[in-house]
């Protein structure tokens, strides 16, 4: 970068303006009915495309009134409990990828051969691992995911075909080859910027998603069953969440510009990484940290109860306001993601000795809800997201704190495949929403008299 006074300088009045003049008056928003983010007044996303991919129910309807009630979602018209109670093999995730995919769940022979497709497109192109992870190690896995899906572009004989059966063919390879370049990626930045032995894994056909990010990023590459079902049940959870939320969103506008698989996946990506998306169960790990400095006793609950107050006056942790975890955009009485994962971690929890962890998060929970529904106005219930649990889940699981959001994407790259293909089958319009402009038509001003 350019660094010099004139730069220093610039930037500085920059910085100036847009503190002075660079914030639009917020009565505006209303006197224009401009539905920031997206969302009515009352928090409800605008209705902007149609899905078959996915459902969330939050409210039930009585006499014409929602009343809130226990979430529920949906993939392809099944319940998100009923795929997890009858997976019919031992591991969930590929069956789900297919499920979303295709728009039905397979037979057994089906997932069997999906299975070895999937296996035989895990492994990367001859010397990419070399060439392309290793040569420029990021301390953000997620940066190397973004640049590593846009440098599979130049590996694939006709990148911009835009079939469905080549499409397809592009989603299953990025599908298999995720948690590879993740966990090289990490690998690459432990022995870079960590100092520690390098250890490259090779995938295993074999293996399921699950199995083989664990054996990646282990050196011993062993695991416990119940580790790898765990971790498998958070991938099946993190898989899809309908075509609103910011990431599937980007998936749908970016395809309909008629771009490429590759920039397509690695604008998610970029959506996913931020922490108000994909980052948020980095945030929670974060605040449990800052919680265990700042709480001696965690069976206190007028200790606990101080500390969390303290986040909501904005006075504790990173000073936003939030206890992270808590509370859902369309999910009012619980998040049945949350309510599924939180079983296994209790599971896990009991196999790893860590109860009394568990239980904190248990007690933070209950008097989080209870403290945001008495100091904020909110419009529906509050309950744990799905990110309240998967940090510690994560952590449980020695996965390092680096790979919590790739995690997250390693999943999801399955529901976006299934939105960008939906998305160009229904041949829709180009995405376009509107913008108001708010600002002042101003004559042109010869330089010489120009002062700013």
Not at 183 to 200: C, E
Not at 280 to 294: G, T
Not at 360 to 373: D, F
Request: hydrophobic share 35%; aromatic share 10%; proline share 4%.
């Amino acid at each position: 970068m350019i660094k010099n006074e004139y730069f220093n300088k610039l930037v500085d009045k920059y910085v100036q303006f847009c503190a002075d003049s660079g914030k639009i008056d917020q009565n505006l928003y209303i006197e224009f009915d401009v539905k920031k983010g997206l969302r009515d007044v009352n928090g409800k996303g605008v209705l902007t495309g149609l899905t078959e991919i996915s459902d969330i129910v939050a409210f039930d309807t009585v006499d014409g009134r929602k009343i809130p009630a226990p979430g529920q979602l949906f993939y392809q018209g099944y319940d998100i409990n009923s795929l997890v109670k009858g997976f019919s093999s031992k591991y969930g995730f590929e069956e789900t990828t297919y499920l979303l995919l295709f728009g039905e769940l397979p037979t057994k022979t089906q997932l069997e051969e999906f299975i070895k497709v999937i296996g035989e497109f895990r492994e990367l192109p001859p010397g990419f691992n070399r060439d392309v992870i290793m040569k420029a190690p990021s301390k953000n896995i997620m940066n190397v995911l973004q640049r590593c899906v846009l440098t599979l572009y130049s590996y694939d004989d006709d990148p911009d075909n835009l079939s469905i059966r080549h499409v397809l063919e592009q989603c299953l390879g990025l599908i298999a080859r995720f948690p590879v370049i993740a966990a090289y990626g990490y690998q690459s930045y432990r022995h870079t910027y960590l100092n520690k032995s390098l250890v490259i894994h090779r995938p295993k056909e074999e293996l399921s998603t699950a199995e083989n990010i664990l054996r990646l990023l282990r050196p011993d590459g062993k695991f416990t069953e119940l580790e790898a079902k765990v971790l498998d049940i958070c991938l099946v959870l993190h898989a899809e969440h309908g075509g609103g939320n910011n990431s599937t969103f980007t998936t749908h506008v970016i395809s309909s510009t008629g771009t490429d698989t590759y920039s397509t996946v690695a604008a998610s990506l970029g959506s996913l990484k931020g922490p108000r998306h994909g980052g948020a169960n980095l945030k929670v790990q974060q605040m449990f940290d800052d919680l265990k400095k700042n709480v001696s006793d965690w069976e206190n609950e007028d200790e606990l109860s101080t500390y969390l107050e303290s986040l909501l006056d904005k006075r504790g942790f990173d000073k936003t306001g939030l206890i992270y975890g808590m509370g859902h955009a369309v999910y009012s009485e619980s998040d049945p993601r949350a309510v599924i994962l939180k079983g296994f971690a209790k599971r896990l929890a009991e196999e790893k000795g860590r109860q009394e962890e568990f239980e904190l998060y248990n007690r933070v929970e209950e008097i989080s809800a209870n403290l945001i529904a008495s100091k904020r106005k909110i419009y529906k219930a509050v309950s744990a997201n799905v990110d309240f649990y998967s940090g510690m889940v994560y952590s449980m699981l020695r996965i390092p704190i680096e790979l919590f959001t790739p995690i997250f994407a390693i999943s999801r790259i399955s529901g976006w495949s299934a939105h960008r293909i939906e998305e160009l089958v229904n041949e829709g319009k180009i995405i376009r929403p509107a913008y108001k402009y708010v600002g002042f038509h101003k004559p042109y001003i010869p330089i010489e008299e120009r002062n700013w």
